[in-house]
């Protein structure tokens, strides 16, 4: 067995930050007109885990890696799915029930030796549980098969709910546009108002976490956790293109992977801000207008420095940060990064040479 393939043993604690110019970076469907989520006391957009896991999901299911909970865009019809296509899902949909028909409860000398056989081949085929869990459900007659199954996942990947670093705008601009339509009749114009409601501007930061205990029930291996260094940001680049999604970009990425058992800073993206030389909350149109202050990031990983094994990280390169009194581009982040934890601890990320397929 390669380093890869062996279950993830250490924790990892991620940030993970993107920025949402005049879109609607997670709908409220509970709202009227599907308005984006912002916190009414602070004013700062509020992207779910859920919306998050929905853009990775849909990129690990791109890249050819199995996934257990699909999403299923409008318009699909299902004789238009390629054939290759259907039967992977129809194998993925089926494959715990074969399991079960096939697989004899007593050659087994214990439950968690009879779950192993049944889910083993089902969370290889399964990313997405691997990394976020899921809730299982598995019709059986037999009481013994259904004592020794268990009914969930629990994910060791989870993200906390994403925050813009300021307050936001509704872009009034979008609020209510206008169709024309002209009739073939006699040229006479009407139109009919749209609900369209997007923020002008927001810098999102997520916090994530891997924990490296809850790996094993999922077997989260060393080469999942390394896919999230380049999921992420794919997923933002690649599921961000429809109407109200497109005008989002990743703007820094960074995976702290921890030496220590069950140890871990713990928020780290609150540490972040923005810094003196950005522009008014009001005033925010594109990361143009901003300055990225990672000062107190870098103080905490500098103070915990000898419970890191690696920081992996990678950033856009129009990004400006501030450390401290300095300013600069993506080449402060890496000596600031360095001077904290030790140059040979930073690892910076290359998304697209590292990123594999499944096929590959």
Same mark, same amino acid.
């Given at each position: 067995?390669?380093?890869q393939?062996?279950?993830?043993?250490?924790?990892?604690?991620?940030v993970?930050?993107?920025?949402? #110019?005049?879109?609607?970076?997670?709908?409220?469907?509970?709202?009227?007109?599907?308005?984006p989520r *912002?916190d009414?006391?602070?004013?700062?957009?509020? #992207?779910?885990?859920?919306?998050?896991?929905? &853009?990775?999901?849909?990129?690990?299911?791109d %890249?050819?890696?199995?996934? &257990?909970?699909?999403?299923?865009?409008?318009?699909? *019809?299902?004789?238009?799915?390629?054939?290759? !296509?259907?039967?992977?899902q129809?194998?993925?949909k089926?494959?715990?029930?074969?399991?079960?028909?096939?697989?004899?409860?007593? !050659?087994?000398?214990s439950?968690?030796?009879?779950?192993?056989?049944?889910?083993?081949e089902? +969370? /290889?085929?399964?990313?997405?549980v691997?990394?976020?869990?899921?809730t299982?459900?598995?019709?059986? !007659?037999?009481?013994?098969?259904?004592?020794?199954?268990?009914? =969930?996942?629990?994910?060791?990947v989870?993200?906390?709910?994403?925050?813009?670093?300021?307050a936001?705008?509704?872009?009034?601009?979008?609020?209510?546009?206008?169709?024309? *339509?002209?009739?073939? /009749? %006699?040229?006479?114009?009407?139109g009919?108002?749209?609900?369209?409601?997007? *923020?002008? &501007?927001?810098?999102?930061?997520? =916090?994530?976490?891997?924990?490296?205990?809850?790996? /094993?029930?999922?077997?989260l291996?060393?080469?999942?956790?390394?896919?999230?260094?380049t999921?992420?940001?794919?997923? $933002?680049?690649?599921?961000? #293109?429809?109407?109200?999604?497109?005008?989002?970009?990743?703007? +820094?990425y960074?995976?702290?992977?921890?030496?220590?058992?069950? &140890?871990?800073?713990?928020? $780290?993206q609150?540490?972040?801000?923005?810094?003196?030389?950005?522009?008014?909350?009001?005033?925010?149109?594109?990361?143009?207008?901003?300055?990225?202050?990672?000062?107190?990031? #870098?103080?905490?990983?500098?103070n915990?420095?000898?419970?890191?094994?690696?920081?992996?990280v990678?950033?856009?390169?129009?990004?400006?940060?501030r450390?401290?009194?300095?300013?600069?581009?993506?080449?402060?982040?890496?000596?600031?990064?360095?001077?904290?934890?030790?140059?040979?601890?930073v690892?910076?990320? !290359?998304?697209?040479?590292?990123f594999?397929?499944?096929?590959?």
């Amino acid at each position: 067995m390669t380093e890869q393939d062996q279950t993830a043993e250490n924790r990892s604690e991620i940030v993970f930050v993107y920025d949402a #110019v005049d879109c609607n970076p997670n709908g409220n469907p509970l709202s009227a007109g599907d308005r984006p989520r *912002i916190d009414p006391q602070t004013q700062q957009a509020i #992207v779910t885990d859920v919306r998050l896991k929905r &853009y990775l999901r849909d990129q690990l299911d791109d %890249d050819g890696h199995g996934v &257990y909970i699909r999403n299923v865009k409008k318009g699909d *019809i299902l004789d238009d799915v390629d054939e290759d !296509d259907k039967d992977d899902q129809a194998e993925r949909k089926h494959l715990l029930r074969d399991r079960i028909k096939n697989t004899e409860y007593e !050659d087994y000398d214990s439950k968690e030796e009879y779950a192993q056989a049944i889910f083993g081949e089902f +969370l /290889e085929n399964s990313a997405d549980v691997r990394y976020f869990g899921a809730t299982m459900s598995v019709d059986t !007659d037999n009481d013994n098969i259904a004592d020794a199954l268990p009914d =969930h996942f629990t994910g060791p990947v989870q993200f906390s709910p994403g925050k813009t670093l300021h307050a936001v705008n509704e872009n009034e601009n979008y609020d209510s546009l206008t169709s024309v *339509i002209a009739t073939k /009749e %006699d040229k006479e114009q009407g139109g009919f108002a749209l609900d369209d409601h997007r *923020i002008q &501007y927001g810098l999102i930061a997520f =916090h994530g976490l891997v924990d490296e205990n809850g790996a /094993e029930d999922t077997k989260l291996k060393e080469e999942d956790v390394r896919r999230l260094d380049t999921l992420c940001w794919r997923a $933002l680049k690649n599921q961000t #293109v429809t109407r109200s999604k497109v005008g989002q970009e990743p703007r +820094l990425y960074m995976r702290v992977e921890y030496a220590d058992d069950s &140890y871990h800073i713990g928020g $780290l993206q609150r540490s972040l801000s923005l810094g003196e030389g950005s522009k008014p909350d009001d005033e925010l149109r594109s990361i143009d207008d901003l300055e990225l202050d990672i000062t107190e990031v #870098v103080e905490r990983l500098d103070n915990h420095s000898d419970r890191i094994e690696e920081v992996r990280v990678t950033t856009s390169d129009v990004v400006k940060f501030r450390d401290g009194d300095e300013t600069g581009d993506e080449e402060l982040l890496h000596e600031s990064l360095e001077n904290a934890v030790g140059g040979d601890k930073v690892d910076m990320i !290359d998304v697209y040479d590292e990123f594999q397929s499944r096929t590959e």
